[in-house]
């Protein structure tokens, strides 16, 4: 049985009298210990999808459909008292921007004893020991003295390895992490993702990794899941995706890596932009920037072909199973 | 920390120097002292005498400068009325007006906070429309028509509580308290009230507006995600970053508390600085004006100061030992 | 013209007040007050300016549906025999006049100043905003009052009594200028990062041109709203100010010098002298103040925080 289970989530944000669906019919799964990504573009739901399995997604979005078993239990038919048992505690998170997700007016020390207290029955001076040795842990310099500094003492991969510390607290058994690494410095993101991957494999906690960056993934990643405008296009172990990509959107992404692009060529970008929620073209809706498309991926939206933990949902691909 | 102080006691100094300007031009300006000390019945070749040996007829320069040593000193001449130094008139004062701004502050801090929270939390709640509509009438009027309001109702009306003076008070060393006694604590309900009317709204829509702005941040929802509870939220996370920007506010409503004494003092008859001034103004008093203006600008420095301190003391990002902020 | 009529009447900003009964009501209420007190004039049943009209034996009679009412004074007299219907009509002229001129001083300043700070930056910017934090650690009110006094004490009560009018304009006028100035400023400073205004600048307009023709109309819903709300505290200072007797003399009284006239015989019993002026004055704000809540609401600008 996996560990955290996704079946048929939908989201809706209703804006006045429109209600705009972020996410629909999203399923997926994952296993103790295991790395899965979600990549896709900006606005194709993947940070929706990682809030919705702590029921965080902000006002006015809601969960209108679809199970999230986590352990045997469906999150989100969760009391909010019984969602702050997992939340911080079974299942953690990691936000994309350090500058703005530690509290600036507490210190690191507050801020990590707080979940220790929260979750776990500790007095306050063993849970500053606690603290103290997962900052060590993230190799951060000299904790002692930085668990009574401010965040902003801190720079930015510091406090990203503050916020991993935080994750990594109430020993989870998954830590879902929202493009960790993208904003910060360049040199220092392949660092942190390494310390990240190496801390999750150690204490054998299962990664959920949202980026819109195939090559990280690649590195990274066991399984992969492309999204794109709210629906999962593809889903497969992450070698299969990359070398064999089926699904038309996975290979424009692909493409435009820029390893695959030879030195001093363009990069191959995927014409088109992914449409706004409120404009999603009937049928598939990746079809307006598809070179493949024909009448039926206008009209019908495609259902899933392929065999062996592998998903793609594309006409094309369904019709050149056929023929096989 | 000593850099911080430097800062401020330049930016006071400024400030004071203007105040001085000011008082000096009027006491040129204002009145002739000659004819306060010496009645009109003098001979011109007299007075010119007279204005010679005052130093009246020196450089501009030469007379701010003997105004500016002894202000330093506290003396700022005798009051034309009171026939006292015009310091002392004025400090006798000082605590009367004091205690009518703690008493205002203190229903504003106990009011603003808990109500601008629960709006801000509960933004869809009928009781946050009904105060929310509530305080932009309270806005809408002014203070001295809250006041006379009150004393109407109150006063005249219901008869429960008096509607002038101090009361009865007690000596605390040079200061005269109405805190200690029943009776000067009731005599000081009203004119607290009404001082409070217009800031007490103020805050709280000023509350509410940076609570639901910080709600919004990215640290709150990372605080969910922690699994934190509600209260250790709001109360903690929200509001901590919440009080920073009334704190500055507020520091800049205290001139405009001040002003609202004058105010408050004239419709309650509360007999403090702001009482003491008009009637300064009425006379043409001029000593005691520049008193008032000298007390009042330095009250301003003081506690922009404190609130300055303040914000430093809970804002860690602001350093007040200098260096790299 | 027509153009720009049929732009207005398809626009979000009046489909959103046509939906809004608060909004709609209140903007009613102030043309109502607008309109009555600038035709005081024609419609006032007497003239309180002419002391031919007034009869000292007609002072302190109570509204006419009280028992010692007198059909003639609607709603009662004051202390010196006039018709408080007609006084407060004059008054509420008085006050909306102050309130509006004061505004139109503060919005010439502010923006002046405002334009000048952001655009020219560097010794010019710091000092005007140096200048722009003092003068509001001082708060209007207390400005007004030390300056008003002041002027009343040197110029002697009557020659003030017949400046009152403009000293109270200036006063409220050059007092509030800082609201304007930073909000212009931080408009400036925002829209010149922006593209355009270095392409005009590359066509080779003067920077006097780009300022107005360009940077100012970006500026304009920030400073409509904080105007509403000004003029709605200019009417309350020039209130406060002449309650206090350092503003509109007793004889050309505007609504707050009417409260304060009345406020010596509230105790005595003649209530109305101070309550009626109190109510146009609480309305008048609350409407003034209700319509710049909404328009806050709707134009959402981006207004200057510390």
Same mark, same amino acid.
């Given at each position: 049985?996996? &560990?955290?289970?996704?079946?048929?989530?939908?989201?809706?944000?209703?804006?006045?009298?429109?209600? &705009?669906?972020?996410?629909?019919?999203?399923?997926?799964?994952?296993?103790?210990?295991?790395?899965?990504?979600?990549?896709?573009?900006?606005?194709?739901?993947?940070?929706?999808?990682?809030?919705?399995?702590?029921?965080?997604?902000?006002?006015?979005?809601?969960?209108?459909?679809?199970?999230?078993?986590?352990?045997?239990?469906?999150?989100?038919?969760?009391?909010?008292?019984?969602?702050?048992?997992?939340?911080?505690?079974?299942?953690?998170?990691?936000?994309?921007?350090?500058?703005?997700?530690?509290?600036?007016?507490?210190?690191?020390?507050?801020?990590?004893?707080?979940?220790?207290?929260?979750?776990?029955?500790?007095?306050?001076?063993?849970?500053?020991?606690?603290?103290?040795?997962?900052?060590?842990?993230?190799?951060?310099?000299?904790?002692?003295?930085?668990?009574?500094?401010?965040?902003?003492? &801190?720079?930015?991969?510091?406090?990203?390895?503050?916020?991993?510390? +935080?994750?990594?607290?109430?020993?989870?058994?998954?830590?879902?992490?929202?493009?960790?690494?993208? !904003?910060?410095?360049?040199?220092?993101?392949?660092?942190?993702?390494?310390?990240?991957?190496?801390?999750?494999?150690?204490?054998?906690?299962?990664?959920?990794? +949202?980026?819109?960056?195939?090559? *990280?993934?690649?590195?990274?990643?066991?399984?992969?899941? *492309?999204?794109?405008?709210?629906?999962?296009?593809?889903?497969?172990?992450?070698?299969?995706?990359?070398?064999?990509?089926?699904?038309?959107?996975?290979?424009?992404?692909?493409?435009?890596?820029?390893?695959?692009?030879?030195?001093?060529?363009?990069?191959?970008?995927?014409?088109?932009?992914?449409?706004?929620?409120?404009? +999603?073209?009937?049928?598939?809706?990746?079809?307006?920037?598809?070179?493949?498309?024909?009448?039926?991926?206008?009209?019908?939206?495609?259902?899933?072909?392929?065999?062996?933990?592998?998903?793609?949902?594309?006409?094309?691909? !369904?019709?050149?199973?056929?023929?096989? | 920390?000593?850099?911080?102080?430097?800062?401020?006691?330049?930016?006071?100094?400024?400030?004071?120097?203007?105040?001085?300007?000011?008082?000096?031009?009027?006491?040129?300006?204002?009145?002739?002292?000659?004819?306060?000390?010496?009645?009109?019945?003098?001979? /011109?070749?007299?007075?010119?005498?007279?204005?010679? /040996?005052?130093?009246?007829?020196?450089?501009?320069?030469?007379?701010?400068?003997?105004?500016?040593?002894?202000?330093?000193?506290?003396?700022?001449?005798?009051?034309?009325?009171?026939?006292?130094?015009?310091?002392?008139?004025?400090?006798?004062?000082?605590?009367?007006?004091?205690?009518?701004?703690?008493?205002?502050?203190?229903?504003?801090?106990?009011?603003?906070?808990?109500?601008?929270?629960?709006?801000?939390?509960?933004?869809?709640?009928?009781?946050?429309?009904?105060?929310?509509?509530?305080?932009?009438?309270?806005?809408?009027?002014?203070?001295?028509?809250?006041?006379?309001?009150?004393?109407?109702?109150?006063?005249?009306?219901?008869?429960?509580?008096?509607?002038?003076?101090?009361?009865?008070?007690?000596?605390?060393?040079?200061?005269?308290?109405?805190?200690?006694?029943?009776?000067?604590?009731?005599?000081?309900?009203?004119?607290?009230?009404?001082?409070?009317?217009?800031?007490?709204?103020?805050?709280?829509?000023?509350?509410?507006?940076?609570?639901?702005?910080?709600?919004?941040? /990215?640290?709150?929802?990372?605080?969910?995600?922690?699994?934190?509870?509600?209260?250790?939220?709001?109360?903690?996370?929200?509001?901590?970053? #919440?009080?920073?920007?009334? $704190?500055?506010?507020?520091?800049?409503?205290?001139?405009?508390?001040?002003?609202?004494?004058?105010?408050?003092?004239?419709?309650?008859?509360?007999?403090?600085?702001?009482?003491?001034?008009?009637?300064?103004?009425?006379?043409?008093?001029?000593?005691? $004006?520049?008193?008032?203006?000298?007390?009042?600008?330095?009250?301003?420095?003081?506690?922009?100061?404190?609130?300055?301190?303040?914000?430093?003391?809970?804002?860690? #990002?602001?350093?007040?030992?200098?260096?790299?902020? | 013209?027509?153009?720009?009529?049929?732009?207005?009447?398809?626009?979000?900003?009046?489909?959103?007040?046509?939906?809004?009964?608060?909004?709609?009501?209140?903007?009613?209420?102030?043309?109502?007050?607008?309109?009555?007190?600038?035709?005081?004039?024609?419609?006032?049943?007497?003239?309180?300016?002419?002391?031919?009209?007034?009869?000292?034996?007609?002072?302190?009679?109570?509204?006419?549906?009280?028992?010692?009412?007198?059909?003639?004074?609607? %709603?009662?007299?004051?202390?010196?025999?006039?018709?408080?219907?007609?006084?407060?009509?004059?008054?509420?002229?008085?006050?909306?006049?102050?309130?509006?001129?004061?505004?139109?001083?503060?919005?010439?300043?502010?923006?002046?100043?405002?334009?000048?700070?952001?655009?020219?930056?560097?010794?010019?910017?710091?000092?005007?905003?140096?200048?722009?934090?003092?003068?509001?650690?001082?708060?209007?009110?207390?400005?007004?009052?030390?300056?008003?006094?002041?002027?009343?004490?040197?110029?002697?009560?009557?020659?003030?009594?017949?400046?009152?009018?403009?000293?109270?304009?200036?006063?409220?006028?050059?007092?509030?200028?800082?609201?304007?100035?930073?909000?212009?400023?931080?408009?400036?400073?925002?829209?010149?990062?922006?593209?355009?205004?270095?392409?005009?600048?590359?066509?080779?307009?003067?920077?006097?041109?780009?300022?107005?023709?360009?940077? %100012?109309?970006?500026?304009? @819903?920030?400073? %409509?709203?904080?105007?509403?709300?000004?003029?709605?505290?200019?009417?309350?200072?020039?209130?406060?100010? @002449?309650?206090?007797?350092?503003?509109?003399?007793?004889?050309?009284?505007?609504?707050?010098?009417?409260?304060?006239?009345?406020?010596?015989?509230? %105790? @005595?019993?003649?209530?109305?002298?101070?309550?009626?002026?109190?109510?146009?004055?609480?309305?008048?704000?609350?409407?003034?103040?209700?319509?710049?809540?909404?328009?806050?609401?709707?134009?959402?600008?981006?207004?200057?925080?510390?």
């Amino acid at each position: 049985m996996p &560990l955290l289970e996704v079946r048929g989530l939908e989201v809706k944000f209703p804006i006045r009298q429109y209600e &705009l669906t972020a996410l629909r019919d999203v399923s997926f799964s994952l296993d103790k210990g295991q790395r899965l990504g979600i990549v896709g573009e900006s606005g194709a739901g993947k940070s929706v999808a990682a809030f919705a399995i702590l029921n965080l997604i902000g006002r006015p979005g809601y969960i209108s459909k679809g199970e999230i078993i986590f352990e045997g239990a469906n999150l989100a038919k969760m009391s909010p008292q019984q969602l702050r048992t997992i939340r911080g505690n079974r299942i953690n998170m990691i936000f994309q921007d350090p500058m703005m997700t530690l509290n600036p007016v507490l210190t690191i020390g507050t801020q990590m004893i707080e979940c220790l207290q929260t979750h776990q029955n500790l007095s306050k001076g063993k849970a500053r020991e606690v603290a103290i040795e997962k900052l060590r842990q993230v190799q951060i310099p000299s904790p002692h003295e930085r668990i009574d500094q401010y965040p902003h003492e &801190l720079s930015g991969g510091m406090r990203q390895r503050v916020v991993i510390a +935080i994750a990594l607290l109430t020993d989870p058994s998954v830590i879902i992490a929202d493009e960790p690494t993208t !904003a910060l410095d360049v040199t220092i993101q392949a660092e942190i993702m390494e310390l990240l991957v190496e801390l999750c494999e150690t204490s054998d906690v299962a990664l959920m990794l +949202i980026t819109h960056d195939l090559g *990280v993934v690649s590195q990274v990643t066991q399984r992969t899941i *492309v999204m794109y405008a709210g629906r999962v296009v593809e889903e497969g172990p992450t070698r299969q995706i990359i070398e064999n990509a089926r699904h038309p959107y996975t290979h424009g992404l692909i493409d435009a890596l820029p390893e695959r692009t030879n030195p001093g060529m363009r990069l191959n970008q995927i014409p088109g932009v992914m449409p706004s929620l409120n404009a +999603i073209p009937k049928g598939c809706s990746f079809h307006p920037r598809c070179e493949h498309q024909t009448e039926l991926c206008r009209t019908e939206l495609p259902g899933y072909v392929g065999q062996e933990g592998i998903r793609i949902a594309c006409h094309w691909v !369904a019709s050149q199973e056929q023929q096989q | 920390m000593i850099a911080f102080l430097v800062r401020r006691l330049g930016q006071a100094l400024v400030v004071m120097f203007i105040i001085s300007l000011i008082s000096f031009s009027i006491q040129d300006n204002l009145g002739d002292p000659l004819r306060e000390l010496v009645g009109q019945s003098v001979s /011109e070749a007299e007075r010119q005498e007279l204005r010679d /040996e005052m130093g009246l007829n020196d450089p501009f320069m030469v007379q701010y400068w003997r105004f500016l040593k002894k202000a330093v000193h506290g003396d700022l001449g005798n009051s034309y009325f009171f026939k006292r130094p015009a310091l002392e008139v004025i400090m006798e004062k000082f605590p009367a007006t004091m205690e009518l701004v703690f008493g205002a502050t203190l229903i504003i801090l106990l009011f603003s906070v808990p109500v601008g929270v629960y709006c801000a939390i509960n933004p869809r709640s009928w009781l946050t429309k009904l105060m929310m509509g509530l305080s932009i009438v309270g806005i809408s009027i002014p203070v001295f028509l809250t006041a006379i309001m009150l004393i109407y109702l109150f006063a005249i009306g219901l008869g429960w509580l008096p509607s002038y003076g101090r009361g009865e008070t007690t000596m605390v060393g040079f200061w005269e308290t109405g805190l200690l006694t029943r009776d000067g604590l009731v005599h000081l309900i009203l004119p607290s009230v009404a001082l409070s009317s217009i800031m007490l709204p103020l805050f709280i829509r000023l509350v509410r507006s940076e609570m639901m702005e910080v709600l919004e941040q /990215e640290y709150i929802r990372f605080a969910w995600a922690k699994g934190l509870s509600r209260t250790r939220i709001w109360f903690l996370h929200a509001l901590k970053n #919440t009080l920073l920007p009334v $704190i500055t506010v507020g520091g800049v409503q205290i001139g405009t508390m001040i002003a609202y004494t004058i105010l408050t003092e004239t419709v309650f008859q509360w007999p403090g600085m702001g009482f003491l001034f008009l009637e300064a103004v009425n006379r043409v008093d001029t000593p005691l $004006i520049i008193a008032y203006l000298i007390v009042v600008g330095l009250i301003f420095v003081i506690t922009n100061t404190i609130v300055d301190l303040i914000y430093g003391l809970v804002n860690p #990002t602001v350093r007040l030992a200098g260096g790299q902020a | 013209m027509i153009r720009y009529w049929q732009l207005f009447k398809e626009s979000a900003f009046l489909y959103r007040f046509r939906r809004d009964k608060v909004a709609i009501a209140s903007f009613s209420v102030l043309m109502l007050l607008v309109s009555l007190s600038f035709l005081a004039p024609l419609i006032a049943p007497f003239d309180p300016y002419d002391p031919a009209g007034i009869d000292i034996m007609d002072s302190d009679i109570p509204p006419s549906w009280q028992e010692e009412g007198d059909p003639r004074f609607s %709603l009662g007299t004051d202390a010196q025999g006039r018709d408080m219907l007609s006084t407060m009509l004059y008054g509420t002229r008085i006050s909306i006049t102050i309130g509006l001129f004061a505004v139109l001083l503060q919005l010439f300043l502010g923006i002046a100043l405002g334009l000048a700070a952001g655009y020219f930056g560097g010794r010019i910017d710091s000092f005007l905003m140096r200048l722009a934090d003092i003068q509001l650690s001082f708060s209007t009110l207390m400005v007004a009052i030390v300056v008003l006094a002041i002027f009343q004490a040197s110029f002697g009560t009557e020659l003030y009594n017949d400046l009152a009018i403009f000293m109270l304009i200036l006063v409220i006028g050059i007092a509030e200028w800082p609201q304007y100035a930073r909000t212009v400023r931080a408009s400036v400073l925002a829209e010149k990062k922006k593209e355009y205004v270095d392409a005009v600048r590359v066509i080779g307009l003067g920077s006097g041109r780009i300022m107005f023709r360009h940077i %100012l109309p970006n500026t304009l @819903s920030p400073i %409509l709203v904080i105007s509403t709300v000004q003029v709605a505290n200019a009417i309350m200072s020039e209130a406060a100010l @002449s309650f206090l007797g350092l503003g509109m003399p007793v004889n050309k009284p505007s609504l707050g010098s009417l409260i304060n006239s009345g406020f010596e015989y509230i %105790l @005595s019993g003649s209530w109305w002298i101070t309550t009626f002026p109190a109510l146009v004055l609480i309305l008048l704000v609350l409407v003034i103040n209700l319509l710049g809540d909404w328009l806050r609401d709707v134009l959402n600008p981006k207004l200057y925080k510390d």
